[in-house]
């Protein structure tokens, strides 16, 4: 028992602090955010280590997923196929590196929405051309299922980053900032 | 009353037919695709008429927001400024056309996830580029409010027209169909 704590003990004060303390990192808010980052760190692993059957775990059957370049698929069946088909064109072997979870936001019903940036390193297109490595935000729309979220959108946006410059909520931050 | 209305009615067998066609209309799953084109029809009449107030009144509290070349804005006075300052940039008088909500997923607790596909007519960025005309993907996740849906995320994905042949969805289809 630390030094605070007996004291309190012993003078029969509730330890408020310590308690909203325990609170705090038992909250909604925070449980949410690790089990976003739970899925996050398993959709991680499953591209690093090329395991396809590991990703479909995370997706719910009416799944449906934007990629980088457009192209939209509709349904676990074919984010499946068109992730292994991938993979097996261009991505095996190519890293993907977890940045940072950017923001979590809490749907009704238990789910969340989430960003998450990547760092994806370079590949080779099918049409044979060079994508020098890039970051992402991946946009995660994701619902309870038992004590997990599974994935039921996902949209990657590559980062263009000559444009972010630009950003005026950025810009704002730094005229604030100086 | 149709002739084939009409002879159910005499013989008295109900007109299951046309019941499940009345049923289908009303359905949950209708229902729901009307109220996400309910809001992609005042996104475009907001967006075309530069009126970012009627814009901002379609977002909860917290949206978040990814742009087409990855800025991501965190609360709606961040999605707000952003997008004014954007429109005062460069999209004022530039047309965005709905060219079809291409699915409709229901959330737990009465919301949907949904993607819409836009064209968009030529632009001039702040850094002085043209952006030809184009075709985006714009993933909604939107949550119940009263009777409405409000867009609680939104990722707008520019669709590179030449990297769709290679969509291997696609490319399974066009066999399938062959």
């Known amino acids: 028992m630390q030094r605070r704590e007996a004291v309190l003990a012993l003078t029969g004060i509730a330890p408020v602090v310590a308690l909203a303390g325990a609170s705090k990192a038992a909250s909604p808010k925070n449980d949410l955010a690790r089990r976003v980052r739970r899925v996050v760190d398993l959709y991680a692993a499953a591209w690093n280590s ?30 499946d196929y068109a992730h292994r088909a991938l993979f097996d064109q261009m991505f095996r072997g190519v890293n993907s590196t977890l940045e940072e979870v950017e923001s979590v936001a809490p749907l009704p019903g238990g789910g969340a929405v989430a960003v998450a940036r990547w760092a994806v390193a370079t590949y080779r297109t099918p049409s044979g051309q060079i ?8 946009s995660l729309t994701l619902v309870p299922h038992g004590d997990r979220l599974l994935i039921a959108h996902g949209a990657n946006i590559t980062i263009v980053e000559g444009a972010q410059r630009s950003d005026p909520v950025r810009q704002r931050r730094e005229r604030k900032s100086s």
């Open 131 to 138: 994508s020098p490595a890039s970051r992402t935000r991946m």
């Open 50 to 79: 090329n395991d396809m059957t590991a990703m479909a775990a995370l997706y719910t059957p009416d799944v449906h997923w934007v990629n980088v370049v457009g192209m939209h698929w509709q349904g676990r069946d074919e984010v």
